[in-house]
């Protein structure tokens, strides 16, 4: 894949670092990512460093929270205060469970964080200030570091890295942050963020209201508006995946219809009612379809899954992927005539969408429900 270079910095006034002073194609040689975990944002990270030519030439980070018991209640706080009341609270169970030795009373068990760091071995926990201090250190060798982050709890470790190594790094920050664009020297975001401040989006939130929706401005110099959401899916990866997977789906009877199941967001909010309305659509399309393979997210609600395993698992046409790896995802992406996307993925949508142009005369069909 030809690499592309990064787009035209803003002007000098605009507090640019001046590793770019010298021109608009400043060479970019290595880069950090900078995860939360979840596959939807990560991806998102992985795709432009791919893009820019630096896929082997990155390290991925990860800012991670506490998990299991209390702190699934405890994910809207910063992720600095919520480690750190996580932290007491141990020190409180670890106390309890002290004094019930004492007394002789069975211990209560508590879920590890991070699930006992189960896969993440091999990815290292993002740290500001080793992250700045590889940047300062190999910058006279190999050049100014891109950095590239996507999620909420990755906005203050990529704006800190930015604050102090201004002139070493050039930190993209994808989707919109919800603070200061400034902090960061480019953001890349879907329009979709700011659809509040459209005609449409104005209608629908109340006047009493609208000073409190971010993003409460257009977008400035920082900002690269995309239709969709970042991702890796392009010709060379559909290739790939489709040599990987001709064993299993070549055989499949056509035409394949795919389907992802995504879960319920604040903004697309479903349950059992959607998992119905899907298994009637399935089986009447059944009749005219090849066959089925159904995948489920992390996200889905397990009353989703249960409703559709229970109406479709025993159909011969149908496979629903049980979750083991390897995951299908690409060869389903490489092989499907059509696609059924639940509407809360804009990230599935738009790998579902990016196949059918970069596969050239095939064009599958797409259904978001």
């Not at 990560?42 to 030439?57: F, H, I, P, T, Y």
């Not at 929706?213 to 489709?242: F, Y």
Request: aromatic share 6%; hydrophobic share 40%; with cysteine.
């Amino acid at each position: 894949m030809r690499p592309i270079r990064l787009p035209e910095p803003p002007t000098q006034t605009m507090g640019v670092p001046e590793i770019f002073a010298a021109g608009a194609y400043s060479v970019i040689r290595r880069a950090v990512v900078i995860g939360n975990g979840y596959p939807g944002s990560e991806n998102q990270c992985v795709g432009l460093v791919r893009a820019l030519g630096l896929s082997d030439k990155h390290v991925l980070y990860r800012v991670t929270r506490p998990r299991g018991g209390i702190n699934e209640w405890l994910h809207w706080l910063p992720v600095s205060v919520h480690k750190k009341l996580e932290y007491v609270i141990r020190q409180i169970f670890g106390y309890s469970r002290l004094l019930s030795a004492a007394r002789g009373e069975k211990p209560v068990c508590h879920p590890l964080e991070n699930g006992g760091n189960v896969g993440l071995s091999s990815v290292l926990e993002a740290d500001v200030r080793q992250i700045v201090t590889m940047a300062r250190e190999t910058y006279e060798k190999d050049g100014p570091l891109l950095v590239v982050a996507s999620g909420r709890d990755t906005i203050s470790i990529a704006s800190s890295i930015k604050r102090l190594a201004s002139d070493n790094v050039f930190v993209v920050q994808i989707q919109h942050p919800r603070v200061h664009l400034n902090r960061f020297d480019l953001v890349i975001t879907p329009r979709h963020d700011y659809y509040p401040l459209t005609p449409e989006g104005q209608e629908k939130i109340p006047q009493f209201l609208r000073r409190w929706i971010t993003p409460c401005e257009p977008p400035d110099g920082h900002v690269v508006l995309t239709t969709g959401a970042l991702h890796q899916i392009d010709s060379a990866a559909l290739r790939s995946a489709a040599s990987a997977w001709h064993e299993e789906f070549a055989p499949l009877p056509k035409p394949l219809v795919v389907v992802n199941v995504g879960g319920p967001t604040g903004c697309c909010r479903y349950g059992s009612d959607l998992a119905k309305q899907l298994t009637a659509h399935l089986l009447n399309v059944l009749v005219s379809c090849g066959s089925i393979r159904i995948s489920f997210s992390m996200r889905t609600p397990e009353k989703v899954s249960k409703i559709i395993i229970k109406e479709l698992g025993n159909n011969p046409k149908v496979h629903i992927w049980d979750g083991e790896e390897p995951n299908p995802h690409l060869g389903h992406l490489a092989w499907a005539d059509a696609f059924v996307v639940t509407a809360d993925s804009i990230s599935l949508i738009s790998e579902a969408c990016s196949t059918g142009y970069s596969q050239g005369n095939l064009t599958p069909v797409l259904i978001t429900i």
